[in-house]
């Protein structure tokens, strides 16, 4: 899975299109779309559009949670292969774990894992889970089997006590909001690192977050901020300034709904 990837949040219609297949041009190879968010079909346009082979690009959905009652999930996963384009995503993620635990967690995770047996996605991920929602994951599925989990992460919610976790049950972290929506343009830390380097606070952010192993998943419907965002890739940070910028972490959480998990 690329470090760098393209999140499609907002990305609908033509001018969504447009957005992602300006990042495929750019050289992100990771795109990063939702049952929710209905820009599948853009994906699938932009994909096809872009003359990339399959396997070039490295796809991610999200199963909602209104998918998670039993008999339900399958056929949602397939629908999305469908509104891509594709046979198969790369990787499938459970959105949120299910509001209030409505639904028990084992009903839709062994849903999830039919669906990774039937050859709907090569891999199985989580999103928004806890250490305790991840540990009781792995009593029903087994060590391995959940790969990802995508959480709100960015220098000002760096969220070091459940990414320790996951990387020591060798589960990658997904950093989703990973600039924080231009919270972090005046932060004199990574303005003084950015001007070091001749990068956009933006651009630090994203170079520290990939210097820590986590996969980011910007986006923007300007071309400028797309281009701009994959230049972190080229990015490399000291080690003392990975250090100043992980000690810039405030625990504000942007995205937290009423129904959520409770926090680590």
């Known amino acids: 899975m690329p470090l760098m990837g393209f999140g499609t949040y907002g990305r609908t219609g033509a001018a969504g299109i447009a957005a992602i297949s300006l990042a495929l041009e750019t050289g992100y190879r990771h795109l990063d ?7 599948e079909r853009e994906v699938g346009e932009a994909v096809r559009a872009s003359g990339l082979a399959r396997n070039e690009v490295f ?10 009652a039993e008999g339900r999930l399958v056929p949602s996963l397939r629908k999305s292969c469908e509104e891509i384009g594709v046979d198969q995503v790369d990787l499938a993620l459970i959105h949120w774990p299910s509001p209030r635990g409505e639904v028990p967690l084992a009903t839709y ?9 039937l050859g709907l996605a090569s891999l199985m991920g989580v999103s928004n889970f806890t250490i305790a929602l991840l540990e009781e994951a792995e009593a029903i ?11 709100e992460l960015n220098p000002y919610i760096t969220n070091a006590k459940l990414a320790a976790y996951c990387n020591s049950r060798e589960i990658s972290v997904t950093c989703y ?22 990068a956009s606070v933006e651009q630090v952010a994203l170079a520290w977050e990939m210097a820590r192993g986590y996969c980011a998943i910007p986006t923007s419907s300007r071309a400028e901020r797309i281009r701009s965002n994959y230049e972190a890739t080229r990015l490399s940070l000291a080690p003392d300034e990975i250090a100043a910028i992980d000690a810039l972490d405030r625990g504000r959480r942007a995205v937290d709904p ?5 926090w680590d």
């Open 33 to 39: 779309t939702a049952q929710d968010y209905n820009t």
């Open 258 to 262: 009423a129904w959520g998990p409770e």
């Open 109 to 117: 995770l062994t849903q999830l894992a039919e669906a990774q047996s």
């Open 59 to 68: 796809l991610t959905t999200k199963v909602a949670t209104q998918n998670f």
């Open 141 to 151: 599925l087994g060590k391995g089997a959940i790969v990802n989990n995508q959480v």
């Open 177 to 198: 909001q990973p600039i924080s929506k231009g919270r972090l343009k005046d932060d004199p830390v990574l303005t003084r690192i950015g001007k070091q380097h001749g």
